[in-house]
Structure formats: C-alpha cells, structure tokens
C-alpha cells in the first residue's frame, strides 16, 4: 500500500508550530539579556575611603544626637515628675492651711497633727512633729513635747521614757510656741536590740492638762505623701 500524502492543512499547522518556537526562544533570550543589562545598571559603585569615612562621620553624627536627644527627655520627664511632686506638696499644705484657719474650719484645741520618724546613724532616730490648735484664735500656745517609746527587748516588753530616749537623766522637752501650727523636731536613741512599736508624743502646755497622741512605729516611720 502506497503513504497517504499529508494534507496542505497538516503541513501549514507544522510550519505554525516551529515559528511559535522559534518566536518564544527568542523573546526569551532578548528577556534574559535585558535582565542582565537591568543588573549591570543598578550595581552601586564603588566607595573611595573618602566618602565612605564621611558617610560614618555622619551616622556617628545623628547617633550622638539621638542619644542626646534622649538623655535630655528623659531629664526632662524627671523635672517634671519633681514639679508634680512638689505641686501636690503644696496643695496638700493649703489644704491644711484651710482646715486649719479657714473661716468654715472645726474648731480644736492642742493637738498633734502630724508625727514621723527618720532613722540616723548610730541608733538614732529624728522626729518631726506638727503641732496644731486653733480653738483660741489669736491665743499662743506653749509648752513643751517629749516623746516615749513602747518595744520589745530580749524577749520583753519595755518602755523608753524621754529621759531614756535623750540618754539624760534630766533632758528637758523640745519648747514650742505658736498661734495655729509648728513644726517642732529633735532627735532620740534607741538602744541595741530594741524593737520599738509605738510611739507616743506628749504635749505639756504651760497652761492646762497634758496632751498625748500616739501612732505606731509603722506609721511614724512610713514615708509622707509625696515623698
């Protein structure tokens, strides 16, 4: 039997197919050397030793001034805190001021307001005590304030009187005298081994019967509001 010839359709789809190949080869190709011309273009050139030393100047340069800019905030973030501080301070003190000698103010005789103590070196202890009376407005109260302190001491209980407390038999009170308020301060001892718990002011006027008021040892010690 004889080859059946192919047909001139047959022949033309053939011929297509190589061109199409042909064709995407080449496009190919023409892509892969654009690709390559692209890279050669956006190389970076080389740094001389010149540009390359000012390029770090420079980044030293602005790291330095971050890190200035830094510390300077966080100065600044701390002032602030301080004048937060101290404003919140002296609110508390017109407050009392208010309370104190304001017209709708309650009226009351000698008092101990306020009692802290500070730890010092060597046993000893600094109090501070704000005294207060506006019952007699206009009147000065006097007098003297001594301390006593109740603790524990080898197992026992035991009472520090002020004579105790100033290491002398005859140590005489902290004078005060005022209208509205004072702040009268001094310093005690306590002994080795003492462990105080409470701590007692008394107030002895001049005038009248004594006052005494008495905080424990946590609260004289805990630190003022604002501090």
């Not at 017109?94 to 802290?116: C, I, K, N, P």
């Amino acid at each position: 039997m004889s080859p059946t010839p192919s047909s001139p359709h047959a022949a033309r789809a053939g011929l297509g197919l190589v061109v199409a190949l042909l064709v995407f080869l080449a496009a190919l190709l023409f892509g892969a050397w654009g690709v390559w011309q692209v890279s050669r273009g956006v190389a970076p050139p080389p740094c001389d030793p010149a540009t390359t030393e000012e390029l770090a100047r420079q980044v030293a340069m602005l790291t330095r001034s971050d890190q200035v800019s830094r510390e300077a905030n966080t100065r600044l973030q701390s002032t602030l805190a301080e004048r937060e501080e101290e404003i919140a301070g002296l609110k508390a003190d017109v407050d009392f001021y208010e309370r104190l000698v304001g017209a709708t103010s309650q009226r009351r005789g000698l008092s101990v307001h306020a009692l802290r103590m500070r730890a010092q070196t060597g046993g000893a202890w600094h109090f501070n005590a704000v005294l207060t009376q506006n019952l007699s407005r206009g009147s000065v109260s006097a007098g003297r304030l001594t301390l006593s302190i109740e603790g524990s001491q080898d197992g026992r209980l035991r009472r520090l009187d002020w004579a105790a407390l100033r290491q002398s038999p005859n140590a005489p009170g902290v004078d005060y005298s005022f209208r509205y308020f004072q702040e009268v301060e001094g310093d005690v001892f306590l002994p080795p081994g003492f462990t105080p718990v409470r701590v007692t002011a008394r107030l002895q006027p001049q005038r009248g019967a004594a006052v005494e008021h008495s905080v424990t040892w946590a609260e004289a010690t805990a630190a003022p509001p604002g501090a």
